[in-house]
């Protein structure tokens, strides 16, 4: 348990200091996942998973980026 208290603590000191990383990786997450759209067909493409990923990456980066 001390663990994971240490590594929150150490996260949230990193993430204070930069507080648009998270949106921005969700939205590189998001332009990625539009690459993929365009090039390579498969199951892949129709899944849609980093635009997923991206999205909710962004949404807790922006709500973090409040809260710290």
């Known amino acids: 348990m001390q663990a994971f208290s240490r ?3 150490r ?3 990193f993430l ?3 507080k648009g990383l998270l949106p921005i990786l969700g939205i590189l ?3 990625l996942n539009f690459i993929i ?3 390579i ?3 892949f493409q ?3 998973f980093f635009l ?3 999205l909710v990456l962004a949404i807790l980066g922006f709500l973090l980026a409040q809260a710290l």
Request: hydrophobic letters at 45%; zero cysteines; charged letters at 25%.
């Open 41 to 43: 067909p498969g199951w």
């Open 16 to 18: 204070a200091a930069r």
């Open 37 to 39: 759209r365009l090039t």
């Open 7 to 9: 590594f929150l603590d």
């Open 11 to 13: 996260a949230s000191e």
């Open 52 to 54: 997923h990923l991206g």
């Open 46 to 48: 129709d899944s849609d």
């Open 29 to 31: 997450l998001i332009l």
